[in-house]
């Protein structure tokens, strides 16, 4: 079984399937660090990365929107001094698909990488 990492995003459509409680039960322990947010009844996910100043923020914020495109799927970015937050869901069908979890996995990993000092 392949982690959500290593997983790519599959183009979703309006009538695309959200995750179940119980596929969230299953995905949610691999990003623990991410939370579940509702707003205007759609369910996101959503964490914030510290940095020490806002040239790293926006090297993650800039990591991320590469990720973004090149995965084909879209976060909302907030990019203020020393922080990022990242909040995940998919338009299309108003709530939390399996993708919005490997983009969660995958911000996680570029955090770590720019933590550690290395490129992404």
Same mark, same amino acid.
């Given at each position: 079984? $392949? $982690? +959500?990492?290593?997983?790519? %995003?599959? #183009? %979703?459509?309006? @009538?695309?399937?959200?995750? $179940?409680?119980?596929?969230?039960?299953?995905?949610?322990?691999?990003?623990?660090?991410?939370?579940?947010?509702?707003?205007a009844g759609?369910?996101?996910?959503?964490?914030?990365f510290r940095?020490?100043?806002?040239?790293?923020?926006? #090297? &993650?914020? @800039?990591?991320?929107?590469?990720?973004?495109?090149?995965?084909? !799927? !879209?976060?909302?970015?907030?990019?203020?001094?020393?922080?990022?937050?990242?909040?995940?869901?998919?338009?299309?069908?108003? =709530?939390? !698909?399996?993708? @919005?979890?490997? &983009?969660? #996995?995958?911000? @996680?990993? +570029?955090?770590?990488?720019?933590?550690? =000092?290395?490129?992404?």
């Open positions: 079984m $392949t $982690t +959500l990492v290593q997983d790519k %995003c599959v #183009a %979703c459509r309006a @009538d695309s399937p959200r995750v $179940t409680e119980q596929e969230m039960a299953e995905l949610q322990p691999q990003v623990p660090e991410w939370k579940l947010i509702e707003e759609v369910k996101k996910l959503e964490r914030t940095f020490k100043d806002f040239t790293q923020a926006l #090297a &993650m914020t @800039d990591g991320v929107g590469e990720l973004a495109e090149g995965e084909g !799927h !879209h976060p909302r970015l907030v990019t203020e001094w020393g922080k990022v937050t990242v909040t995940w869901w998919t338009h299309k069908i108003r =709530g939390l !698909h399996r993708n @919005d979890f490997i &983009m969660a #996995a995958k911000t @996680d990993q +570029l955090y770590k990488k720019l933590s550690e =000092g290395v490129a992404a």
